[in-house]
């Protein structure tokens, strides 16, 4: 029988940064508790809480190998459940009118909806013996004692006329999300909240299936983006024979309404085949939207005092353009260390007052890595008019560079395609080789 280091954790917000938490707490305490404010479905259907379920989502390649290991096997469910595992020659990217180069690669990642892969892993949670998913119940505050330690949460069944209720708890890791209340709460605790970095491009999403039937393109995964464009769209097959078509305007671009609309939209892009691909297919749901502000980071790292017993995890820390498909990706990345500093704390005995400083230092790097593509990506927009950091604008020239060997080398291209899905640093990029193939070409 395993031995569990600490005694009981809970968790707050049960999506995929919560979810992926749980996963590593339970080998670490005794009993973990999550705490989820939907009622969460059995079938793989979106739900409130998670609006962005609708919309197309990219699991990136070290996101899916993460989360394999946490559940060996799920990669073979999800495909036999439909979802589409996606090789570099079946993936088309046309980046400012050009098609990245195809090569033969190991490297592949999954097309599904999110609920497909979002649900599985719930099932996946739920079946932990150690773990209980209280849903249907909202996180109403933090429990602390007289010292300011956090001891639990204050919690609230969304059924009418339920009392409140109180859950004890050793660690509090909040994965409530973009919305977490825990800045506020840190002020009423006369704690500083954390100062608030933006990258303020909004951007709309538009989505909507489509039946996937013949005859098929020569891909089954489409993206198209510029180098900046207003207007973007990603096209993935995924499971029910469905195409997932997600379309994005950028600042005050029109955001298309009805199904006329998104394929006289998809039809505006730079390149046609999107458009082609759906013209005569059959609408399988409405034009649903979502609107996100732009990129938002919580520099909790920076902050020089934090309560003893609470975590951060996911989108609640740091919150990304949703275009760079990175969200789901940095949560797993941040389950694999939270697994490493409790693997620590074991060896001390003790989660220690500063188990949140070290924590938030901890994941620091990888969402410096996140935030960084976002930053070479988002600042092309001259619309934005924020300062720009100084090292982005030659940042900016090369990936420009490498944008365009992209178009033309494999060993330039899959050193790309590596450092986007987080197998390698973006230092990688500026290795001897890939500066020779980059420079190799000529400039447009
Ligand atoms: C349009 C869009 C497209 C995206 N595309 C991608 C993509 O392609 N690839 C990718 O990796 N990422 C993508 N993301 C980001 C990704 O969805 C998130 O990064 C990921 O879900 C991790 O978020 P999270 O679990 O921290 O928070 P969320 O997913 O926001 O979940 C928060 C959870 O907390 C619950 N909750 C909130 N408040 C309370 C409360 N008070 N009490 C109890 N429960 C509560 C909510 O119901 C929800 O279940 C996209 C996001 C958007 C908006």
Known sequence: MATHAFHYAVVAGGSMAGLLATRVLADHFERVTLIERDVLPSNYEPRKGVPQGRHAH?????????MESFFPGLTEE??????????????????????RVRYHSDLSFLAMSRPLLEISIAKRVRALPNVTIQDGTRVEGLRHDHERRITGLHTRSVRPHRPADEIEAELVVDATG?????????????????????????????????????PL?????????????????????????????????YFDEPVPDSHEEFLAYARSLPTPELYEAIRHSQPLSDVVHYHLAGSVGHRYERLRHFPEGLIMVGDAVCSFNPVYGQGMTVSAIEAETLHHALATAKQKGRLGSDFGQHWFRSIQPTIDVAWGSVQVEDYRFPELKDQRPYRIRPLQWYMERVHQATYRNPVVANQFYRVLNFLAPPTSLFRPRILAEVFAGPAR
Request: proline fraction near 7%; charge should be positive; hydrophobic fraction near 50%.
């Open 58 to 66: 990219v699991l990136l390649v070290r996101g899916q190998g993460i």
């Open 78 to 99: 999800l495909c036999a459940a439909g979802a589409v595992l996606v090789g570099v020659p079946e993936f088309a990217w046309l980046h400012a009118g050009h098609r």
């Open 178 to 214: 973009r919305g977490s209340a825990t800045p506020r709460w840190l002020k009423e605790l006369q704690f500083d909240a954390p100062r608030v970095d933006q990258i303020a491009a909004p951007v709309t999403y538009a989505t909507s299936t489509f039946r996937r039937v013949p």
């Open 217 to 249: 393109p020569d891909w089954c995964s489409l993206v198209i983006t510029g180098a900046p464009a207003r207007r973007a769209g990603f096209i993935f097959a995924i499971e029910g024979e469905r195409w997932l078509v997600s379309l994005n305007a």
